[in-house]
C-alpha cells in the first residue's frame, strides 16, 4: 500500500465518524434544546442568552394537566382519532391488498396507481367542501367522526402500498399446494399468509398512526372545544402576556412522544413506509 | 377527474405475480377476486375524490359567505383571474414554488452526503443515524411553534443566545422571523425533510452491491470515479423517489407557515386557501386557489409515479 493511500485511509477512518457525528449532534440539538426548555421554570426558559444551568423541574408538565384548560381532553381526542382509523385502515386495506397481491386481479397496476395519486394529491384541495359539508349540511361540527373518516381516507393508499410489497413476500407456491391439498381460503389466510405478513401489518398500523397523529390543517378548520387535537391544543399555547415558552416546550414535547417511540420502534420499516412501499 | 393513470411505458408496468392463465376463469371467480377491493376504493372516491370534484364546481361560481355578500352565482373564470391577477396571490404561488424547489434542492444534497456517511461502518453509527431520524418523528406542528418561538424568536430564542455568547453585535435583536420569513421557514423544513430523504438514500445505497464497488477499487478506480460512475447511476432512481416525494410532501406544507409565521411575508398556496375560505370566506377564489395547486401537484404525481413503478419493476 503506497504512503498516500495510507494516509488517505486514515483521514476517512477519523473525518467520516467525525463529521457524521457532528451533523446528527445539529440535527438533533434543536430536539434537545426544547426538551431541556420543558423542564425549566417558566421565567428560565425565556431568557437571553439561554440560562443553561437553571434548575430542572417537572412542573410544565403537571401544568399542562392541571390548568384551567388541562391537555387531556385534546390527548384523548388524539387517542381516538388515530387509533379508530388506523383500525379502520387496517380494516379495509388488508382484504384489497390481498386482492392485489396474492389473487391476480385483472389490471391490477392501474387500481395501485389510481390509490397511490390520491395521496399526491394536496389535502387542502379537498377541505373547503369537508368543512361545508360537515357544518351545514349533516350539522355535526366539532366531531371527532369526521375527522376519523378523513384520517382514514389519507392513510389508505399509504397502507394498501405496504400490505401490497408485504403480502407479496409470501411465496404463490405454498398458497397454491396448500389449496390443492383441500385447505379452505380462511385456514391459508390464518396459517400462512398472516404469520408471514404480521411484521408488515404491524409497521404500516404504527405509520398510519403517526401521521393521523400530526395531522393539525384538518383538525384546526373541523374542530373547536369538544373535538379538538393534541396538535391544534399545542397551538393555542402561544402567548403574549407572560412566560409561555416552558409550558409549549412541555405541550410540544409531549404530544411528539408517541410519535417517537412509534417511529423508532418502526424504524427499519419506515423507509418502506413513507416511500409508499417503492423502497425495501 | 383528479386521479393520474400515468402513461407508463409497457415494459414498466409492474407484471402480476401470476401468469394470465389465472385470468381463464371468467365470470363469477373474477368478481369474486375484485370484490375485496371495492370497500377500499369506494370509500377512497368518496371521501377523497368527491371534495375535489366539489372544489371544481365551487371554483368556478362567486360565493362569498360574508354577511353582506351577494347571491351565489356562476363567475366563469373570474376566481382564476384573481389568482392570477392579485399581487397577495401570485406572490403565495411564487413563495410556494421558491419553498419547494430550496427545501427539496438543499434537503436532497444534503440527505445524500449524510447517506454516504452513514453507509459506512463506525463506532456509533446507529446512535447517528438514530438522531438524524429524530427531527422527522417530532409532530410536524410542535417542530413549527418550537422552531418560532424557542429557537429563532427575536431575544431569547436559542440562536440569538447562542450568537450573542459568540460575541455577534446586536445579536439580540436579530429577528428572523420578520425580516427573513421565507427562510426561517425553509430552514426549519429542511431540518425536518432531510433526515426523510436521507431514510431512502441510504436504503438505496445499501441495496448496492459491495462486490462491485471492491472490482472498481481492484481495477484502480479512484472514490470520486466510483462515485461517478458506480454510486451515482445505482443510487439515481432513490434520489428521483425522494425528490418526488419530497415536493409532494413540500408543495402541501401548512404547518410550518402556521406555526412559525402565521404567513407573514411568506404565505404559500395551503396557507392562502385557508386564509381565504377560513377568514375572508371567499369560497370561489378559495376553491380556485385549490384547483390551482391540485392543477400543480397532478404534474408533479405523475413523474413520481413513473419513478415508483419503475422501482416496482425492479422488484418483480
Known amino acids: 500500500m503506497s504512503e498516500r493511500n495510507w494516509n488517505r485511509q486514515r483521514v476517512g477512518k477519523i473525518a467520516i465518524p467525525l463529521a457524521a457525528w457532528i451533523i446528527g449532534l445539529i440535527f438533533v440539538t ?12 417558566p421565567h428560565d426558559a425565556q431568557t437571553y442568552p439561554p440560562s443553561w444551568g437553571a434548575p430542572l423541574t417537572l412542573d410544565n408538565y403537571g401544568g399542562l394537566f392541571s390548568s384551567a384548560n388541562p391537555i387531556t381532553p385534546a390527548l384523548i381526542n388524539s387517542v381516538i382519532t388515530s387509533v379508530i382509523s388506523t383500525l379502520l385502515v387496517l380494516a379495509l386495506a388488508i382484504p384489497a391488498a390481498y386482492a392485489l397481491a396474492i389473487r391476480p386481479v385483472r389490471r391490477w397496476s392501474d387500481a395501485m396507481f389510481f390509490f397511490l395519486s390520491t395521496k399526491m394529491l394536496p389535502m387542502v384541495a379537498g377541505i373547503l367542501p369537508l368543512y ?14 369526521i375527522l376519523i373518516l378523513i384520517y382514514t381516507a389519507m392513510n389508505l393508499p399509504i397502507a394498501v402500498w405496504m400490505m401490497r410489497s408485504f403480502l407479496a413476500e409470501v411465496p404463490p407456491a405454498i398458497i397454491e399446494a ?9 385456514r391459508i389466510l390464518t396459517r400462512i399468509v398472516a404469520p408471514i405478513a404480521m411484521p408488515g401489518v404491524a409497521a404500516t398500523s404504527l405509520i398510519c398512526f403517526i401521521f393521523a397523529w400530526n395531522e393539525q390543517l384538518y383538525a384546526k378548520v373541523l374542530t373547536s372545544v369538544a373535538a379538538q387535537t393534541g396538535p391544534v391544543f399545542v397551538n393555542t399555547l402561544i402567548q403574549t402576556e407572560h412566560a409561555y415558552l416552558a409550558e409549549l416546550a412541555a405541550g410540544a414535547t409531549l404530544i411528539s412522544l408517541p410519535v417517537l417511540i412509534a417511529g423508532f420502534a418502526a424504524q427499519d420499516k419506515l423507509v418502506q413506509g413513507l416511500s409508499l412501499g417503492a423502497v425495501k | 377527474m383528479a386521479s393520474v393513470t400515468a402513461d407508463l411505458p409497457a415494459a414498466a408496468k409492474p407484471a402480476a405475480s401470476r401468469p394470465p392463465e389465472a385470468y381463464k376463469k371468467w365470470g363469477r371467480e373474477s368478481w369474486k377476486r375484485r370484490a375485496p377491493l371495492l370497500p377500499a376504493l369506494v370509500f377512497l372516491i368518496v371521501v377523497t375524490q368527491l371534495p375535489f370534484v366539489a372544489t371544481l364546481v365551487m371554483s368556478f361560481m362567486s360565493w ?3 354577511p353582506d355578500a351577494p347571491e351565489k352565482s356562476f363567475a366563469g373564470l373570474d376566481n382564476f383571474k384573481t389568482v392570477f391577477t392579485t399581487a397577495a396571490y401570485r406572490g403565495a404561488v411564487l413563495t410556494t414554488i421558491e419553498m419547494t424547489v430550496v427545501v427539496v434542492g438543499v434537503s436532497a444534497l444534503l440527505a445524500l452526503g449524510i447517506a454516504m456517511l452513514l ?11 438514530t438522531m438524524m431520524i429524530a427531527p422527522f418523528l417530532i409532530v410536524p406542528i410542535a417542530a413549527a411553534v418550537f422552531w418560532g418561538n424557542g429557537i429563532l424568536m427575536t431575544g431569547f430564542g436559542l440562536v440569538d443566545g447562542v450568537l450573542g455568547q459568540l460575541g455577534v453585535p446586536g445579536a439580540q435583536d436579530i429577528a428572523f422571523l420578520t425580516d427573513h420569513p421565507k427562510l426561517a421557514i425553509e430552514i426549519e423544513l429542511i431540518w425536518q425533510w432531510t433526515p426523510f430523504m436521507m431514510l431512502i438514500l441510504l436504503a438505496g445505497l445499501q441495496s448496492q452491491d459491495p462486490e462491485v464497488l471492491e472490482a472498481a477499487s481492484i481495477d484502480g478506480c479512484n472514490g470520486w470515479q466510483t462515485f461517478v460512475h458506480m454510486t451515482l447511476p445505482h443510487v439515481r432512481r432513490y434520489l428521483e423517489l425522494s425528490v418526488v416525494l419530497g415536493t409532494i410532501f413540500i408543495v402541501q406544507n401548512f404547518d410550518s407557515v402556521l406555526g412559525m409565521t402565521g404567513g407573514l411575508n411568506s404565505t404559500n398556496i395551503p396557507y392562502a386557501v385557508y386564509e381565504t375560505f377560513y377568514s375572508a370566506k371567499d369560497y370561489g377564489v378559495a376553491s380556485a386557489l385549490g384547483v390551482v395547486v391540485v392543477v400543480g401537484s397532478l404534474i408533479i404525481a405523475t413523474f413520481a409515479l413513473r419513478v415508483v413503478s419503475s422501482l416496482l419493476e425492479e422488484e418483480n
Open chain 2, 64 to 66: 362569498s359567505a360574508q
Open chain 2, 119 to 129: 453507509n459506512h461502518a463506525f463506532i456509533g453509527r446507529g446512535v447517528v443515524r
Open chain 1, 30 to 41: 434543536p430536539i434537545l434544546y426544547m426538551v431541556l426548555t420543558s423542564l425549566h421554570a
Open chain 1, 132 to 145: 361545508l359539508f360537515t357544518t351545514q349540511v349533516i350539522k355535526m361540527p366539532d366531531n371527532v367522526i
Open chain 1, 178 to 186: 396448500a389449496s390443492i391439498d383441500g385447505a379452505s381460503t380462511m
